[in-house]
């Protein structure tokens, strides 16, 4: 059973930079996609990125691309996601996400959630 805890979230000014953590248990990460995801009050629930096992590929929504980076610390079965020049519409739950199959990630449905970590951008 793979376990996913987040951490990084916290209340952050707009045009300010937060970078989330995602560290797993249970499973070696090399083989698994990641992804992001973002779900803000009242609002759909939002793919804003993923990374692949194969070759570290990376995908991001248009609402977040030049903006946020993900990344992948397989030694520290650890993925990141990078936060700069952040916006109020930025403000969501951002939850990390895996499966071995990168479909499922980008399709929404992966095996795995964490239970999601508050970024409020707020001035």
């Known amino acids: 059973q793979v376990q996913l805890v987040e951490s990084g979230g916290g209340l952050v000014q707009p045009g300010g930079s937060l970078r989330l953590s995602c560290t797993a248990s249970g499973a070696t990460l090399d083989y698994y996609a990641i992804g992001w995801f973002r779900q803000a009050p009242g609002k759909e629930r939002e793919g804003i990125s993923c990374?692949?096992?194969?070759?570290?590929?990376?995908v991001y929504a248009d609402s977040v691309k030049g903006r946020f980076t993900i990344s992948r610390d397989n030694a520290k079965n650890t993925v990141y996601l990078q936060m700069n020049s952040l916006k109020p519409e930025d403000t969501a739950v951002y939850y990390c996400v895996t499966d071995p199959s990168l479909g499922a990630v980008v399709a929404g449905t992966p095996g795995y959630w964490g239970q999601g970590t508050q970024v409020t951008v707020s001035s």
């Open positions: 990374i692949t096992a194969s070759d570290g590929s990376t």
